[in-house]
């Protein structure tokens, strides 16, 4: 036995050889290269398990418009593309201008024509999306809004609730939790709709008085940031507006393919000089920690401005900190999935803007997973076990709307998945209650078998040895996925009634009849 196990071991760690000499070339070429070696075979069965396919050569790519459609920047933001680090708008000492003072002043959702700015569409009302997936036989539409929080969930379980590294830090942050964020640990759920053979995966639409100051403003923020003063004033502001056209300011998508899932993602932006292959990127806008953390009285902390590169207060490295342990995983995903190179973000207060900073994808690999080597294989891993959630969930209930939750416990290691199979009549009634009237609504169910619960359990091997601590994968190791997906039967009323607060009742501010959300199973506790 020991010398069958020393033999194993030599032929992992040749393999493994193997296919570090392939990572040089690209990703689909290296994936190739791991599969000769049987990478997806690395290790022991699980009582159970399934071994996980999640070979990248199965993904294809479309792209309607090109990406030269998309804008570039304006105001010479351009050039701050291959900048290290934050750039300031203005010296908040010296109050000298580093750019044009167009961009400190951020204009109102009430100031804004909305008639200018095109709507978003979920995937199941995408026409396109629609056409592209009936050509390429695909079964799911999806877009990075839908997936994302979800993919996160998985990464966790398939990680082994892997921390991010706060190493480059400085000491006063180094200090603080490596942890990601509790409110992006508690459960996240999606509506599935059946739509002639496929089903549109669209995001849960909370409630009615849910604050959407940040996205409003981040929609008005991007055109700032593309557009030339006169044309932002002629075209989005309502006093000067001139035209309702839409197609002044079309949507540009990519459109990613893996096995029968059709995924979307939007691009903003695109820029010729930026390095490699990859010329979009996204546009993304992060308000100040007060603000975040005080959601439903955001206008109260208006008044704090970011003013230090290093620190905990009111410094940029705060929130660059927050945005590893929150966002990163899910820009992560998006960036993928849209093949874009990175994330241009505008750090702000609501009011006015204080700074840029172009985050390449590379950099976010290495906070989160340590190289992109490891990141390619959790974005592949983490889609094809989703996509088994699907196949489970649809072939349960294959004609009704669904809803699906799904959470990652820290306690048992494994994904908890709720399967609830809904009306679209509830879903619209839902949509138009307000937090306040639902919090305090008795839980009725309209029959227990109506929502099951299952339990995803993920087994992650490194050169064919089982990880019974936080995953790490260097390039050149081999890694292989098995799992098994259980039905628990029909989900306890109350059990699933808590998971649904909990999915919903994140707002650290919000102030709750019962004290259901500080003692819940499903509260984002890792251990």
């Known amino acids: 036995m020991v010398v069958q196990s020393l033999v194993k071991r030599s032929q992992a760690v040749t393999a493994a050889a193997t296919a570090a000499s392939a990572y040089g070339r690209s990703p689909l070429a290296r994936a190739a290269a791991m599969d000769r070696v049987g990478l997806m075979r690395a290790g022991p069965r699980a009582s159970g398990a399934i071994d996980l396919d999640f070979d990248p050569s199965h993904m294809s790519d479309f792209a309607p418009i090109p990406v030269t459609d998309t804008p570039t920047l304006a105001h010479g933001l351009r050039d701050y593309l291959q900048h290290k680090g934050t750039v300031r708008l203005m010296d908040m000492h ?239 995903f998006q960036l993928r999935i849209g093949n874009m190179a990175g994330a241009f973000v505008t750090y702000h207060n609501t009011d006015e803007i204080f700074g840029f900073e172009f985050v390449a994808l590379e950099e976010m690999d290495r906070y989160l997973y340590g190289n992109s080597y490891f990141a390619d294989k959790v974005f592949h891993a983490s889609v094809n076990l989703f996509k088994v959630i699907l196949d489970e969930a649809t072939s349960k209930y294959p004609e009704s709307t669904l809803r699906i939750g799904l959470y990652a416990n820290g306690s048992t290691r494994d994904l908890d998945v709720f399967v609830e199979a809904v009306d679209d009549v509830t879903l619209k009634r839902q949509s138009s209650t307000t937090r306040a009237i639902w919090v305090d609504q008795p839980f009725i169910t309209t029959g227990q078998e109506r929502v099951h619960k299952y339990r995803l359990t993920i087994n992650t091997y490194v050169n064919g040895e ?48 019962s004290n259901v959300l500080a003692a819940a199973k499903y509260g984002g506790k890792w251990h």
């Open 94 to 332: 010296t109050k000298s201008q580093h750019l044009t003072s167009f961009l400190r002043k951020i204009h109102q959702p009430d100031e804004i024509n909305e008639h200018a700015i095109a709507p978003f569409v979920p995937p199941s009302q995408d026409k396109t999306l629609h056409e592209i997936a009936v050509k390429e036989k695909c079964r799911y539409l999806l877009s990075t809004s839908s997936v994302t929080a979800s993919l996160s969930h998985i990464y966790f379980v398939l990680s082994r609730f892997r921390t991010v590294d706060i190493s480059q830090f400085s000491e006063e942050v180094r200090n603080q939790s490596p942890m990601f964020m509790t409110s992006y640990r508690r459960p996240v759920s999606i509506i599935v709709r059946p739509q002639n053979g496929m089903w549109g995966v669209d995001a849960d639409k909370r409630f009615a008085d849910d604050n959407t100051i940040l996205s409003d403003l981040g929609k008005s923020i991007e055109r700032m940031l593309t557009m030339e003063a006169d044309e932002f004033t002629r075209k989005l502001l309502k006093a000067n507006s001139q035209s309702n056209d839409l197609s002044l300011m079309p949507e540009v998508y990519h459109y990613r393919k893996i096995k029968d899932l059709m995924l979307r993602s939007q691009l903003d932006c695109h820029d010729p000089d930026l390095p490699g292959d990859k010329k979009s990127f996204d546009l993304k806008t992060r308000a100040t920690a007060p603000i975040r953390f005080n959601l439903s009285n955001y206008e109260e902390f208006m008044n704090y401005r970011l003013l230090h590169h290093k620190g905990w207060f009111r410094a940029y490295e705060r929130e660059y900190y927050d945005m590893v342990r929150s966002v990163f995983v899910k820009y992560g």
């Open 466 to 513: 089982l990880s019974d601590r936080p995953v790490s994968v260097q390039p050149g190791d081999l890694m292989s996925v098995q799992y098994r997906l259980v039905n628990l039967g029909a989900a306890a009323p109350l059990d699933y009634f808590n998971f649904r607060r909990q999915t919903h009742f994140y707002d650290m501010n919000l102030k709750l009849a």
